[in-house]
């Protein structure tokens, strides 16, 4: 008999066929609800905080300060900033969501989280909404466009991130489970008895939902569609869809930031529809519960996609990353439609409208 053979044998009469499949379900399980989720998080703290700050350094100290550079660099400071706050939540992840950090991290980390993975949504849409204009308005831009315009627009994300952050800044507590902190929401600011707090849950809970999924994801996500689909039939125009780098660059942007928060935002605002009546969808709010780590942590993971976009969509990318990356990242960042559309015209491409760069 081969060496482990009566091993082997004693482990197939020990536990029946149906345990040993049972036992790698929730392996499998495990792994998707757990260690992905740690890994996803460990990637994106590692290449948000390089990338995000590579980008602040150029944008921030190694160019001219232009619109273009503002809004990127405004983005990779949220980005930064989220991303720094993320072992916080590897460390408690591996803990089994206890939390060691005391009340105060608790409360700021959910805070200063909230706020930037708002800014950073409502900043990407903001970005798109310039690019359009430019190509669209040139002159309106040559009149408008300005550095100090920008950098009062750009107060705007920052402020709707606030006030949708305010949800975290009110409710996130710690609460001690025999022996165990904890660090999640608490509603004790709604009532002093259970009953006062489900009941004014119950009459908040739908409406933050809805607006919170209509202002902070779909209003974004459609100013993004829209804006770059005219861009898109602008430069498809005048035949330059291939050759504009700068607006696949943001059409990947687009592309992963709708593939990173649509899942989490979905589960957010079925798990506040269903809460009203959470006995009924008891099974299927347990569903959304398992799968709430695994989509945060995809959510999470787009903080750390932007300044890879910036360098890895466009032409002959390794030969100018082993040049200078820090050259490479800049020039990503300076470069602009317009550039590229003046390009055309000078080679006897139909001129367009939105040709105009005023940096």
Not at 234 to 255: D, E, N
């Amino acid at each position: 008999m081969p060496a482990g053979g009566v091993g082997s044998m004693e482990a197939n009469i020990s536990t029946p066929p149906y345990k040993s499949e049972e036992m790698l379900h929730v392996f499998a399980v495990y792994i998707v609800l757990f260690i992905i989720p740690t890994v996803l998080l460990s990637v994106t703290f590692v290449l948000g905080v390089l990338g995000n700050g590579l980008v602040i350094w150029v944008a921030g100290f190694r160019m001219a300060h232009t619109v273009t550079t503002i809004c990127y660099l405004n983005l990779a400071f949220a980005d930064f900033s989220f991303s720094v706050a993320l072992p916080f939540l590897i460390v408690s992840g591996a803990m089994g969501g206890r939390w060691p950090f005391g009340w105060f991290l608790c409360k700021f980390i959910n805070i200063m989280m909230g706020i930037n993975q708002y800014g950073s949504i409502f900043l990407i849409a903001v970005i798109a909404l310039d690019r359009c204009i430019c190509v669209l308005y040139p002159v309106w831009i040559q009149n408008h466009r300005s550095v100090s315009l920008a950098k009062k627009v750009i107060i705007g994300p920052w402020i709707l991130a606030v006030i949708f952050s305010l949800p975290a800044c009110i409710f996130s507590n710690t609460r001690n489970d025999q022996g165990n902190v904890y660090c999640f929401e608490t509603f004790e600011a709604l009532g002093s008895t259970k009953e006062e707090q489900i009941k004014a849950l119950n009459a908040i809970m739908l409406p933050m939902g809805i607006v919170q999924f209509i202002i902070g994801f779909c209003m974004p996500m459609s100013t993004m569609f829209i804006c770059y689909g005219l861009i898109a039939a602008k430069i498809h125009g005048i035949g330059m869809m291939k050759s504009s780098r700068s607006f696949w660059v943001l059409t990947a942007v687009v592309a992963s930031f709708f593939i990173c928060w649509f899942p989490i935002q979905l589960i957010f605002l079925l798990l506040k529809v269903w809460f009203k009546e959470h006995e009924i969808y008891q099974d299927k709010i347990k569903v959304l519960l398992l799968l709430l780590p695994l989509t945060a942590s995809l959510a999470c993971f787009n903080s750390c996609l932007n300044p890879i976009l910036y360098v890895f969509v466009g032409r002959d990318f390794r030969e100018r990353l082993i040049r200078s990356l820090p050259l490479t990242l800049e020039r990503a960042l300076r470069e602009d439609f317009v550039q590229t559309i003046d390009t055309a015209t000078n080679l006897g491409a139909p001129p367009a409208e939105g040709a105009v760069t005023a940096m």
